[in-house]
């Protein structure tokens, strides 16, 4: 892997993932029943060491070492983070827990936990997908979660506020039918991923069961630049929507229960979407100049 590449990219996603879980960590904290002294305690702890975590990303030179360390020192704290999160997700879902963090909300924040920690480890062990692949999976992991953002959106509007909550669920199905079309995409040109699924979970990481794995390799096809293209112009018109319903909120001029840092919270992820999809967007236009 290119070192310029490694410093940068790893800089670009911790300087943005590390504020985005130290926000996740105070909207749990937020959404608690007040009596959960314990796990309130263990946010108000997370809130600190990400916020701690981002001010030294901010400081770290472009320097290989200094950025290795950061991702070896990040990556463990988000193994902590998942956990706590699965343990409020799991409690929450076998209704051992009240409050006011929906299910899917703890899981999509999981997800982007995930998702954060699965990349430091690529990039720290030098790991990258050939680039349908990895095209894909940055598509279909932006177009759940902006789609997932539409509904929670929809899901804490007033239920009086009935055109804004009509417009946030249309979103919600714009983006479903796109990640569906991703989905079939995904199976046309990456098989193996769909091999992947039908197996146990347990079974990554160990070598594959004999006639496993033979599938053919992943492709680029022309349609993928046109997909890539549709995805990030349904970005920027959830983004636009995000920055109109932010500045809604700070003024207090629609009924909900959407903070102005969840808002804005909303919008910093579709704005970083943006900036993955223009990243796969040029390699897709140097993969078809070549
Ligand atoms: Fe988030
Ligand atoms: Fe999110």
Same mark, same amino acid.
């Given at each position: ?8 990219? *790893? ?7 590390? $504020? ?10 937020? =959404?608690? &029943? ?18 701690? %975590? ?9 320097? +290989? ?33 009240? =409050? ?13 936990? !995930? ?5 430091? %480890? ?5 790991? *990258? ?10 598509? !279909? ?9 539409? +509904?929670? !959106? ?5 239920? *009086? ?7 946030? $669920?249309?979103? @919600? ?8 079309? @991703? ?21 990554? =990481?160990?070598?594959?069961? &004999?006639?496993?794995?033979?599938? $053919? ?15 990030? @112009? ?16 700070? +003024? ?11 808002? *804005? ?26």
């Amino acid at each position: 892997m290119d070192q310029a590449y490694f410093i940068t990219e *790893s800089l670009r996603l911790n300087r943005f993932w590390l $504020q985005i879980m130290s926000e996740h960590a105070l909207f749990i904290r937020e =959404g608690l &029943p007040c009596g959960e002294t314990q796990l309130i305690n263990e946010a108000r702890q997370f809130e600190q060491l990400f916020a701690a %975590l981002k001010a030294r990303a901010d400081q770290t030179p472009n320097n +290989r070492e200094a950025v290795l360390a950061l991702n070896r020192d990040v990556i463990p704290a988000l193994d902590r983070f998942i956990a706590f999160k699965t343990n409020v997700l799991n409690r929450t879902i076998t209704c051992r827990i009240g =409050g006011f963090n929906y299910p899917l909300l703890m899981d999509h924040i999981r997800r982007e936990a !995930i998702r954060f920690r699965a990349r430091l %480890l690529e990039l720290n062990n030098g790991i *990258s997908s050939p680039l349908a692949e990895m095209a894909l999976e940055e598509e !279909i992991f932006w177009l759940r979660i902006m789609g997932d953002h539409a +509904r929670f !959106i929809a899901h804490l509007l007033d239920p *009086s506020e009935r055109p804004l909550v009509k417009q946030a $669920q249309q979103f @919600g199905k714009s983006f479903e039918t796109l990640r569906l079309q @991703g989905e079939d995409l995904q199976s046309m040109l990456v098989p193996r991923d769909y091999e992947n699924h039908l197996l146990p979970a347990d079974i990554m =990481g160990c070598p594959l069961p &004999p006639g496993f794995g033979n599938l $053919q390799h992943p492709f680029v096809i022309p349609r993928l630049q046109r997909f890539n293209g549709e995805v990030i @112009g349904a970005t920027m018109e959830i983004r636009d929507f995000k920055a109109t319903a932010l500045a809604l909120i700070e +003024r207090c001029q629609v009924l909900s229960l959407i903070s102005p840092l969840l808002a *804005s919270h909303v919008l910093r992820e579709a704005q970083m979407a943006l900036e993955d999809l223009a990243m796969i967007e040029r390699q897709l236009n140097k993969d078809r100049a070549e």
